[in-house]
C-alpha cells in the first residue's frame, strides 16, 4: 500500500507535468492499477483486507457467539449475554481453552454488526416525555442498600426529574410522577412507558394493553396520554434508558451517605438544578433554557394533586391491629373488631373509619413488624393500669424526655399509683392536644408542682374554649348581670317579724280604739 505523499507525487505527474499513467508506472515502479487509484482519490490510503485473517483461536466458536448474541435479541434487557458470561459458558461447556480478552475482543467486534440503526425523533415542546425505574446504591445511617430511582425526562428540552424511593410499588409510581409534574410546573401531553405492571395488566396486541384501573383513574387526574413501548424495543425508550445511565454515573459516584430518603432527594434535586445548565443536545441553548420555552406548552396541573396510594378493606383484631403487607398497625381501641379502610402511601399508612382518619403510621417496609401508638391503647391502660409497665406499645415507644420526667416525677410522689395519675396525663393529649399538654407539662416541671391536676390545670388555663380572656372564646363573650343588692333592703319590714314591745304597743293600741267605740 503506497502511503499519502507518494500520491501526491503521482498525481502531480500526472495532472502539472502531464505524464501518462504508463509513464509513471515506469517512473516510480508502481503497478498502473495503482496509479489509476492515486489519480481518482488524493485522501489518506486505508487498509482494508481483501480476505478476513484466520482466527485459530477463535474461528471454531464464532458461529457459537453470533447464535447465542441473535437469541439475546428476544431476551429482557437486563439478562442477555455479557462477553464474561459467553466466555464463561465457552470454557465450561465448549471447552475453550482461549484468554478472556480474545473473546471480549471478538464480541466488541461482532456487536457492532448486530447493531440496527436508529432514526433521529424531533419533539415538539410540551408534546412527550419518557419515564422509567433504575437502581443505585446509597450507603443508609451506615448500611448500603438498594434504592429505586423514578426517572422522568421531558423530550424537547430534556429536562430531567430524578427521585429515590425504597420500592417500585404503584403508590410509589404515581407518587413519583406526580413530584415530576409539580417540578416541571406542568403536565406533558404524552407520556411513553414501558409496559410496566403498576400500569398495564396484559400486553395485546399490537399498540393494545389491558390497563390496571387505578392508572387509569391517574391519567384521568392529570388528562396526559399514555404510550407503551413495544416489547423488548429498549431503543424507544433511548431518552429515559439514557438518563437512568446518567443519573447512576454522576447522582450516585461517589456511592452518598444519607441518613433518610428525604436527605437522599433533598440532594437529588439540588443535582437536578445543576443540571439546568447543561447544553441540550443538538440545540443552541441549554436544558433550563429550552425548559422555559417548554414549560409554557405543558398541561395545567389540577387544583388538588391526585391520592398517590393503594386502598384495601381491613379488620380489627383483638389487639386493636389491621396487617397489611406482612406488618401490622395499631388502630384506637374503640375502634377494635371494626371494618376499616387502610390507604398504603410511599411513606404513611392512613386506616380510616369511613371519611375519617382515625391512625396514621410511618410505613414499615421490613416483614413481622408491629407497628404501634401508646395513644390508641389508653383507654384500655387506664383500666387496667398494671399492665403499663408490660404492654408492647409501651416498650416500644421511645418516650420523649419531658414525658419520662413527669412520669418519675409522679412515681415518686403518689408511689403506687403514679402510673395511673401518668395516663390521666396522657389522655388530656386526646382532647386538647398534645403540644398543649406538653407545654403545661414543662410549666409544671418548672414550678416543681407536678399532679395531674396540676397540668390538667395549665392544660384548661390555655384552652380558648375555657380561658374568658382569649379572644374568640365563647366564654368571655357571655355577660353576667349581677343583682342590686339595695333591693333586699326594701323588701326587709315585710320580711323580718316584729319585736315583742312593737306586738304590745299594737296591741294597746287597738284597745283602746275599740273601747272608745
Known amino acids: 500500500m503506497i502511503q499519502v505523499d507518494q500520491k501526491e507525487n503521482i498525481r502531480r505527474l500526472y495532472f502539472i507535468k502531464r505524464h501518462s499513467i504508463r509513464q509513471i508506472a515506469e517512473e516510480l515502479h508502481h503497478s498502473r492499477k495503482t496509479v489509476r487509484k492515486a489519480i481518482v482519490d488524493a485522501s489518506i490510503p486505508q487498509y482494508h483486507l481483501a480476505v478476513a485473517k484466520p482466527s485459530p483461536v477463535m474461528g471454531p466458536y464464532q458461529e457459537t457467539i453470533r447464535s447465542w448474541l441473535e437469541a439475546d435479541k428476544n431476551q429482557p434487557a437486563k439478562?442477555?449475554?455479557?462477553?464474561?458470561?459467553?466466555?464463561?459458558?465457552?470454557?465450561?461447556?465448549?471447552?475453550?481453552?482461549?484468554?478472556?480478552?480474545?473473546?471480549?475482543?471478538?464480541?466488541?467486534?461482532l456487536k457492532r454488526?448486530?447493531?440496527?440503526?436508529?432514526?433521529?425523533?424531533?419533539?415538539?415542546?410540551?408534546?412527550?416525555?419518557?419515564?422509567?425505574?433504575?437502581?443505585a446504591q446509597v450507603c443508609m445511617l451506615g448500611k448500603v442498600q438498594s434504592v429505586q430511582a423514578f426517572c422522568m425526562k421531558l423530550s424537547y428540552s430534556g429536562k430531567p426529574f430524578v427521585m429515590a424511593f425504597p420500592t417500585q410499588r404503584q403508590e410509589a409510581f404515581f407518587e413519583g410522577q406526580r413530584r415530576a409534574f409539580e417540578w416541571y410546573e406542568g403536565v406533558p401531553m404524552r407520556i411513553s412507558y414501558d409496559n410496566l405492571t403498576t400500569a398495564v395488566r396484559r400486553v395485546l396486541?399490537?399498540?393494545?394493553?389491558?390497563?390496571?384501573?387505578?392508572?387509569?383513574?391517574?391519567?384521568?387526574?392529570?388528562?396526559?396520554?399514555?404510550?407503551?413501548?413495544?416489547?423488548?424495543?429498549?431503543?424507544?425508550?433511548?431518552?429515559?434508558?439514557?438518563?437512568?445511565?446518567?443519573?447512576?454515573?454522576?447522582y450516585f459516584v461517589p456511592v452518598?451517605?444519607?441518613?433518610?430518603?428525604?436527605?437522599?432527594?433533598?440532594?437529588?434535586?439540588?443535582?437536578?438544578q445543576e443540571d439546568d445548565k447543561r447544553q441540550v443536545s443538538g440545540k443552541a441553548m441549554t436544558i433550563g433554557e429550552a425548559w422555559q420555552e417548554e414549560k409554557s406548552r405543558l398541561l395545567p396541573?389540577?387544583?388538588?394533586?391526585?391520592?398517590?396510594?393503594?386502598?384495601?378493606?381491613?379488620?380489627?383484631?383483638?389487639?386493636?391491629m389491621v396487617s397489611f403487607d406482612g406488618n401490622r398497625y395499631s388502630v384506637p381501641a374503640e375502634y377494635g373488631f371494626s371494618r376499616l379502610t387502610l390507604h398504603a402511601y410511599v411513606w404513611r399508612i392512613e386506616v380510616a373509619c369511613g371519611d375519617r382518619v382515625i391512625a396514621i403510621h410511618e410505613r414499615c417496609y421490613d416483614k413481622g413488624r408491629e407497628v404501634t401508638d401508646v395513644d390508641h391503647y389508653l383507654p384500655l391502660l387506664i383500666q387496667r393500669p398494671g399492665a403499663f409497665p408490660y404492654a408492647r406499645p409501651v416498650r416500644k415507644w421511645k418516650m420523649p424526655p419531658v414525658y419520662r420526667e413527669i412520669y418519675e416525677a409522679l412515681c415518686r410522689k403518689h408511689d403506687g399509683y403514679g402510673v395511673r395519675e401518668f395516663l390521666q396525663v396522657l389522655a388530656l393529649g386526646r382532647v386538647y392536644g398534645k403540644e398543649a399538654v406538653e407545654q403545661a407539662m414543662s410549666q409544671a416541671l418548672a414550678e416543681n408542682f407536678v399532679s395531674s391536676d396540676r397540668i390538667r390545670q395549665l392544660v384548661l388555663s390555655?384552652?380558648?374554649?375555657?380561658?374568658?380572656?382569649?379572644?374568640?372564646?365563647?366564654?368571655?363573650?357571655?355577660?353576667?348581670?349581677l343583682p342590686d343588692l339595695g333591693q333586699f333592703d326594701r323588701l326587709r319590714p315585710a320580711l323580718v317579724p316584729p319585736s315583742h314591745h312593737e306586738v304590745s304597743k299594737v296591741g294597746g293600741a287597738t284597745a283602746a280604739a275599740a273601747g272608745g267605740e
Open 113 to 135: 454488526t448486530l447493531e440496527e440503526l436508529s432514526i433521529p425523533l424531533g419533539f415538539d415542546p410540551g408534546a412527550d416525555a419518557q419515564c422509567d425505574w433504575g437502581e
Open 256 to 272: 452518598p451517605e444519607v441518613a433518610s430518603f428525604e436527605e437522599l432527594n433533598r440532594m437529588l434535586l439540588i443535582r437536578l
Open 462 to 481: 390555655t384552652d380558648p374554649r375555657v380561658n374568658q380572656d382569649a379572644p374568640g372564646s365563647y366564654l368571655g363573650q357571655v355577660k353576667v348581670v
Open 301 to 320: 396541573l389540577p387544583r388538588f394533586p391526585h391520592r398517590c396510594c393503594i386502598s384495601r378493606p381491613v379488620r380489627a383484631n383483638n389487639l386493636s
Open 205 to 250: 396486541q399490537g399498540r393494545n394493553r389491558d390497563e390496571q384501573n387505578t392508572f387509569i383513574a391517574f391519567r384521568s387526574h392529570y388528562l396526559f396520554e399514555s404510550h407503551f413501548a413495544t416489547p423488548k424495543q429498549p431503543r424507544e425508550q433511548g431518552r429515559v434508558e439514557s438518563l437512568v445511565g446518567y443519573m447512576r454515573r454522576n
Open 79 to 109: 439478562q442477555r449475554h455479557t462477553a464474561h458470561r459467553i466466555y464463561e459458558r465457552l470454557t465450561s461447556e465448549h471447552g475453550f481453552t482461549g484468554a478472556e480478552r480474545t473473546v471480549r475482543e471478538h464480541v466488541a467486534k
